[in-house]
């Protein structure tokens, strides 16, 4: 079975810090890809990154930075110079390999870390 | 370019009645997936469609619930009979359906409300 875990359940910071919110998964696939998704106050769900089981190298995009390491089953995610509109629930989530099972595209989610950027 | 649409954005049934939630998928889509979010927690996967045929339906409570993809028109999540524990936000999503496992693209919800 697979599993998602994000062990913070809320960080609250003060604008311009650095935040680091952590996602450890469980899974059997050889093959699986890794989501982060953002979850603002308006309740809406917001793509942030895809990333699959064969590409470890780290990815940044503007303030947004995600650590991929296979080793240690983590995938975490560090917003640099917080801003008072990165408040929000950040889910991270999981799926497995497609193909004759075609059930394994459901996303397993993480119960999700409740970040506050105080101003 | 639309994103996935949800139907209505708020729901109040009270209990016993029906509710029924509808999802258009985006442009160019023709997978869609439903979760559910209860109050404070993660999303939980329900369903799994493609048009006109259940892919998955492992999350889905055995009663109650159902779930379709017509060859026209959005995808329905049907639940009869509501009560309490029904109360939550019901979400979306769809993806192209290429081979690989594809980005899920999500709609902006529709909050359940049981009386």
């Known amino acids: 079975a697979q599993k998602v875990t994000q062990a913070q359940t809320e960080i609250s910071v003060v604008e311009k810090e650095d935040v680091t919110l952590d996602c450890v998964y469980e899974?059997?696939?050889?093959?699986?890809?890794l989501f982060w998704y953002k979850q603002p106050p308006s309740g809406e769900l917001v793509f942030l990154i895809r990333?699959?089981?064969?590409?470890?190298q780290n990815e940044i995009s503007g303030r947004y930075s995600w650590n991929f390491q296979k080793s240690t089953s983590s995938f975490n995610f560090t917003i640099t110079a917080s801003q008072v509109v990165d408040s929000a629930v950040y889910f991270c989530?999981?799926?497995?390999?497609?193909?004759?099972?075609?059930?394994?595209?459901?996303?397993?989610f993480g119960s999700g870390t409740r970040l506050q950027v105080q101003p | 370019n639309a994103g996935v649409m949800q139907n209505p954005r708020h729901l109040v049934r009270r209990r016993g009645q029906e509710a029924r939630l509808r999802c258009s998928p985006m442009?160019?889509?023709?997978?869609v997936y439903w979760y559910r979010q209860l109050p404070e927690e993660g999303l939980k996967f329900m369903v799994y469609?493609?048009?006109?045929?259940?892919?998955?339906e492992s999350g889905m409570p055995k009663e109650r619930f159902s779930a379709e993809f017509p060859k026209e028109g959005p995808s329905i999540l049907r639940i009869q009979q509501v009560v309490r524990g029904d109360s939550a936000a019901y979400f979306c999503?769809?993806?192209?359906?290429?081979?690989?496992?594809?980005?899920?693209?999500f709609g902006p919800g529709t909050r359940l409300t049981v009386l």
């Open positions: 999503a769809s993806s192209p359906g290429a081979v690989s496992t594809d980005t899920q693209y």
């Open positions: 899974t059997r696939d050889t093959t699986y890809y």
């Open positions: 990333r699959n089981s064969f590409d470890e």
């Open positions: 989530a999981l799926s497995g390999r497609a193909g004759a099972d075609t059930g394994r595209r459901a996303l397993t």
């Open positions: 442009k160019g889509h023709s997978h």
């Open positions: 469609l493609q048009k006109e045929n259940i892919i998955d």
